[in-house]
């Protein structure tokens, strides 16, 4: 009986142990689960607070853009094809989404740039306070857009890698998370902000 006794404990306390264990390992496994979800979430919510600090200085360089066109027009009036050009980028821009958002920016890099070349035919408006202030205050717009972009991409690269690593890509997958576009300059000319100096 005390061999019975004994070898019942045996497995008794053998089993608790095996319990013991199986539950260790599955709370590591879920405080692992929870911590990789956890810390994709924060990546996924600074891809997206990347994004909007782009759009905010995106929208102050769209504010800008009028004022610059109408201070041009008193000067250039025959250059109307010029303005109309920087107007339709700028409204393309500001209605573009997703991938299309980058493509329209490019864009509007572009006509921003012929804009500027305006100056070069009408030495008076290289003189002009108003024109000066305004491509003053567009140079400091395109020095926080490019400063806002690199904010995105770094943390899109840092998302983007947690997607594809082995085991927080098991967690990526379940929580449907898809990579994120990089916010790049495809014209390797217009990866410069648009030339303000006389």
């Given at each position: 009986m005390t061999n019975i006794l004994l070898l019942s404990t045996g497995a008794i306390i053998g089993i608790v142990v095996a319990v013991?264990?199986?539950?260790?390992?599955?709370?590591?496994?879920a405080a692992w689960y929870i911590s990789?979800?956890?810390k994709l979430q924060r990546l996924k919510n600074l891809v997206e607070e990347g994004w909007h600090t782009i759009e905010v200085q995106l929208k102050k360089r769209y504010d800008l853009i009028p004022n610059l066109v109408e201070t041009v027009k008193g000067y250039a009036k025959h250059e109307s094809g010029t303005l109309e050009a920087v107007i339709a980028a700028r409204n393309a821009a500001m209605t573009a989404t997703g991938d299309g958002k980058i493509e329209a920016e490019n864009a509007l890099n572009g006509t921003l740039k012929s804009l500027f070349a305006l100056k070069e035919a009408y030495p008076e408006l290289?003189?002009?306070?108003?024109?000066?202030?305004?491509?003053?205050?567009?140079?400091?717009?395109?020095?926080?857009?490019?400063s806002a972009r690199r904010y995105y991409n770094g943390t899109v690269k840092e998302l983007n890698t947690r997607i594809d690593i082995?085991?927080?890509?098991?967690?990526?997958?379940?929580?449907?998370?898809?990579?994120?576009?990089?916010?790049?300059?495809?014209?390797?000319?217009?990866?410069?902000?648009?030339?303000?100096?006389?």
């Amino acid at each position: 009986m005390t061999n019975i006794l004994l070898l019942s404990t045996g497995a008794i306390i053998g089993i608790v142990v095996a319990v013991v264990l199986v539950l260790v390992l599955v709370i590591a496994v879920a405080a692992w689960y929870i911590s990789a979800y956890n810390k994709l979430q924060r990546l996924k919510n600074l891809v997206e607070e990347g994004w909007h600090t782009i759009e905010v200085q995106l929208k102050k360089r769209y504010d800008l853009i009028p004022n610059l066109v109408e201070t041009v027009k008193g000067y250039a009036k025959h250059e109307s094809g010029t303005l109309e050009a920087v107007i339709a980028a700028r409204n393309a821009a500001m209605t573009a989404t997703g991938d299309g958002k980058i493509e329209a920016e490019n864009a509007l890099n572009g006509t921003l740039k012929s804009l500027f070349a305006l100056k070069e035919a009408y030495p008076e408006l290289k003189a002009n306070t108003n024109f000066l202030d305004l491509q003053n205050q567009l140079k400091g717009i395109e020095n926080e857009i490019a400063s806002a972009r690199r904010y995105y991409n770094g943390t899109v690269k840092e998302l983007n890698t947690r997607i594809d690593i082995f085991p927080s890509s098991i967690v990526a997958r379940r929580m449907r998370l898809e990579k994120r576009s990089y916010f790049e300059i495809e014209n390797a000319e217009e990866r410069n902000a648009p030339q303000v100096k006389f």
